[in-house]
């Protein structure tokens, strides 16, 4: 979450999530911002994306205006800092790298450095997992 405006769509994410729509409402979320360029820039607009996927409006408020909501937003807001993170898309491997389209060279490139990291760190782990067997 880079700016205070992206914090809306974040919560809606995280409604989402916790509610178990995540698979019907990030569609139609993406159709309507992306495809359709519709402002959703309120919390109304959004309980009626979901009401029309079939969330009741008791339901959407109650987990939107949550502490796990509320919980899940700054722990992002948290990791964006903490990783220094001012682009998408980045990933972060193991909580110690972190890679995007830019140090990888392109986007198409990001997936062949995640998997180098990978490599890179389970190699590093497997003496410890052989060492704590009997």
Known sequence: IFRPSWELLAKA???AELLGVTDQVHPALFEALHEK???IENEATLQDLFVNHGVSAEDFSNTFNS???AVKLNHAKAMTRKYA???VPTLIVNGKFSTGGRQAGSNANIIKVVDYLVAQERSGMAPVAQSAQP
């Open 67 to 69: 502490f796990a909501v």
């Open 37 to 39: 360029n519709q402002k």
């Open 85 to 87: 993170i001012t682009g």
């Open 13 to 15: 994410y995280y409604t």
